[in-house]
């Protein structure tokens, strides 16, 4: 009879920490939403052997999508309205372009689940930035070409209660696009930014 309530007893307690862990942890469905800046790393590249090429930061309104299949692993992807950037070509800012960095990240929390009242995390992933409306003043059309790159992230949570937080984000993605001018090959940019978020998260 003692058996049996014991093993009552421990099934009852397992199956609460289990449930603990699945509330404060996987199964976990979140967006976090800010305002991003996106800061281009410093010397460029040049364009056609002679333009030194300088790509301008610019800031937008950006968001994650985000779900938690384990305590400790998940999956985000962010997205953003398309930043615009103003190029310099040899010190005159006479070149801009707009572009839309998706970018998919597997995320750990070494802390897991939501328990703890901050939660760091990081990721890696995979980076795709689509350029649009190239425009040079003066000059043929300009293209430049849509990337594919490595993507590195850290971020974290402040906790407001079961579904709100606090969130800061960083991303480095790496982004390098041949540019064409007049339908001639002149070159690759390295853009290679630094995105830096700050916002809230809302977890469902």
């Known amino acids: 009879m003692r058996k049996s309530v ?6 009852t307690g397992a199956l609460l920490i ?17 305002i991003a800046k996106v800061a281009p790393k410093d010397d460029n590249g040049t364009l056609a052997g002679t333009l030194d ?3 301008q930061d610019d800031n937008g309104f950006a968001f994650t999508l985000g779900y938690r299949f384990h305590d400790k692993l998940g999956v985000e992807l962010l997205a953003a309205e398309p930043f ?20 998919l990240t ?3 929390y070494p802390l897991g689940g939501t328990a703890a009242r901050v939660q760091p995390y990081v990721g890696a992933g995979i980076n795709y930035t689509l350029f649009m409306d190239e425009e040079l003043e003066g000059g043929p059309e300009l293209e430049l070409e849509n990337s594919w790159g490595a993507a590195g992230q850290l971020g974290v949570d402040l906790l407001i209660d079961e ?29 290679d930014p630094l995105v830096v978020m700050a916002g809230f998260s809302f977890r469902f």
């Open 6 to 11: 014991l093993s009552a007893v421990i099934a």
């Open 18 to 34: 289990s449930g603990q862990v699945l509330a404060y942890g996987a199964g976990d469905i979140y967006t976090r939403v800010g």
């Open 53 to 55: 090429t300088d790509v």
């Open 84 to 103: 615009d950037h103003d190029i310099k070509l040899n010190g005159s800012n006479i070149a801009s372009t707009e572009h839309l960095p998706p970018t």
């Open 106 to 108: 597997l995320q750990y």
């Open 163 to 191: 579904h709100w937080a606090l969130n800061a984000a960083a991303w480095y993605l790496d982004i390098d696009t041949d540019v064409e001018l007049g339908g001639s090959d002149i070159g690759e940019v390295e853009i």
